[in-house]
């Protein structure tokens, strides 16, 4: 099973795993972090899935109806042709978002007979006990979970474990957490069907797009959607777990949770994108988080919740990803002390202080808030931390997180001379100390880089954030070195590894795809654009034909690895487009 054959549904509540031969291979409800009902990702015997395909097992195409989160998967046989559409519904009806916990799959045929196999088989999550079965008269009920998993279709039920049947006219199926189906099938799956694909091409009109690589920024957009918890405005790295980062490596961890690192990130990409409805939302998803920890005493990441009791642990009888163990559940990141988290969660907020446009969200609580993370970044900047990478061997003083602490007392700075303007001197002072240690202690002499990490000579490429938060002038040599030596050490056949040390796991043997999209980012921003524009080109040679991206790759056979999708990879895309693409104007617009 490679990961360049599955596609990805969902509606912000809900989302699934489509491979090409029609089976749903990944879903976990009634949420992202929720135990699957179907896992055959990772483990292909008795994972449990749902698959809508032909009788020969053959595989087919994919593709996305346009600009949207609709599946199209196209069979072709000597019998005949079909396809089958694949969505969560997501649409907005009285003026809220509708997104129930329903997979819909729509099965039309396109020329001949084709005799096509249904074979629902849901699983009660880590245990991978078959769900029992009910019968009614047009749907099985799955007895086992919390509530009631229903599969409701016009389709025989006598045919729904996988006998093999013709396929003469449209059929519906909707599996449904919870509430059931209770109307006319045939046209709530059309209605369904129509006003989710109108939702997502209105989603899409309203997207401000760069010049260039417009198919690959849509197509993340819309991915990162699908990563946004709605309910409670958590976003997640990934949907997945357990995915290997490469082969043999060991490295497979739970991301369906959300790191704040992340969502920094993510809301920087919806920025971007012209939405602004998603930093809102997280808004709320910090304030709560906040609440739980008066002393801001801030985890990495969180279940979509805001709950922290995400303790670490190994599945032994699931045989993982193509066979590459462990399968995880919680992430012991979450004890991690990774101090770069209070100037990212500054930077998140920062919009809202300096942008008039969401000034009606400058409450006393939140700028209370940001200012209190500001303090907690200047109280930490220079400490031993685990760092943005999760070191798992002996921490040292890290200089992103030093970065990012930096960056927090600079950016409230900003604010406290719009807001309140007695505090500005304090931040301005800090952001100049931090500054002035980092320059003193993260310095390569002989290459008049940064580093790693205080007093090393190692570089690890989210030093590349520096010139990004302008950390000094682009026209310092000391970011020209940087990029230059991240190139010279960390490039893998045209794309970057994290860093090439021990981390206790080992040394990395992949690229991490989010690195090269900052290092495109950054040549732009110090003026090499050619340079960056030819990096980026380079995306076009990942072997996803849907667009979706993975968190690793493995650049001498374009293979993806790690978490799928990758939030963290599509962030970096769209901020690498926009860095790289010439402005509209150039192109007579």
Known sequence: MSL?????????????????DGDIVWCCMPRFDSPPVFARLLDDRAGGGFRIGPADGSRGVQTYLSNTNVLETRFESADGAFRVLDFAPRFIQYERSFRPTKLVRVVEPLSGTP??????????????????????SHHVSFRGFDTELRLTTDAPLAYLDGEPFALTERKHFVLAWGAPVEEPLAPLCDRF????????????????????????????????????FEDTGAIVAALTTSLPESPGSGRTWDYRYCWLRDAYYTLGAFRLLGHFEEREQFLHYLLNVAASSPDLDLAPLYRIDGKADLE????????????????????????????????????????????????????????????????????????????????????????????????????????????RPTDAPVFDDAAQRIRGEILARAIDPMRGCLVADYGGTEVDAALLQAITLRLLPFEDQRLHATVDAIGADLGHDGWLRRYRTNDGLGVPSVAFMLCTFWQVEALARLGRVEEARSILERVRDIH?????????????????????PQAYSHVGLIHAAFAASPPWSELGT
């Not at 096509?116 to 009614?136: F, M, N, Q, Y």
């Not at 209070?342 to 209370?368: I, K, S, W, Y």
């Not at 979706?548 to 056979?557: F, K, M």
Request: with cysteine; aromatic share 8%.
């Open 4 to 20: 360049a054959e599955l596609g990805l549904i969902g509606n912000c509540q809900i989302s699934a795993l489509v491979r090409r």
């Open 115 to 136: 005799r096509i196999r249904v074979a629902c088989d849901p699983v009660l999550g880590w245990s991978k006990t078959r769900a029992g079965r009910e019968h009614g």
């Open 193 to 228: 069907l129509k006003q989710t694909a109108q939702y997502w091409r209105q989603w899409v009109k309203h997207c401000d797009i760069p010049a260039r690589y417009q198919e690959e920024v849509i197509r993340s957009a819309l991915a990162l959607k699908l990563h946004c």
């Open 312 to 419: 670490e642990s190994i599945l032994e009888d699931w045989p993982g990803y193509l066979g590459e163990r462990p399968v995880r559940v919680g992430n012991g990141a979450a004890v991690h002390k990774q101090y770069d988290v209070f100037g990212e969660m500054v930077l998140a907020l920062t919009p809202l202080f300096l942008d008039l446009r969401f000034q009606e969200q400058v409450t006393p609580p939140v700028l209370d808030l940001v200012t209190r993370l500001s303090r907690k970044a200047i109280e930490v900047a220079g400490r031993p931390d685990a760092g943005i990478w999760e070191i798992r061997s002996e921490w040292r003083p890290q200089t992103f997180s030093s970065l990012m602490c930096w960056a927090a007392a600079d950016r409230m700075a900003r604010i406290a001379r719009r807001h």
């Open 544 to 564: 996803s034909p849907l667009g979706l991206l993975a968190e690793d790759l493995d650049p001498t056979s374009s293979t993806m690895w790690g978490n799928f």
